[in-house]
């Protein structure tokens, strides 16, 4: 069955950087391409970054420049790499990816950014 397993969240002072990862089994994982989403108390789930199979990648706006969404195929692995975060970061994060006709959901993770 498909998993998707996040790690790396935590606390973290403004202007610092955290990574996260999500490790996916129970699929060929290289030809899917993979999300990271995050959604904040009280609003709605946001797209952070996608990449393709191919490696190809797609940001918001709130985090280009900061944020970086990548992949290990020999490790089944997504990263979301985050620098100079800000408070309004804060969010749990999920990775999802979609394998038709279903959407697979991690099942998140937190990201504290506070001083």
């Known amino acids: 069955q498909v998993q998707l397993v996040e790690s790396g969240g935590g606390l973290v002072q403004p202007g610092g950087s955290l990574r996260l990862s999500c490790a996916a089994s129970?699929?060929?994982?290289?030809?899917?391409?993979m999300g990271w989403y995050r959604q904040a108390p009280g609003k709605q789930r946001e797209l952070v970054a996608t990449?393709?199979?191919?490696?190809?990648?797609n940001y918001a706006d709130s985090v280009k420049g900061r944020f970086t969404i990548s992949r290990d195929n020999a490790k089944n692995t997504v990263y979301l790499q985050m620098n100079s975060l800000r408070p309004e970061d804060t969010a749990v994060y999920f990775c999802n990816m979609l394998i038709v006709p279903t959407l697979y959901w991690g099942q998140g993770i937190q990201v504290t950014v506070s001083s």
């Open positions: 129970g699929m060929r994982f290289s030809i899917y391409a």
């Open positions: 990449i393709t199979s191919s490696s190809a990648t």
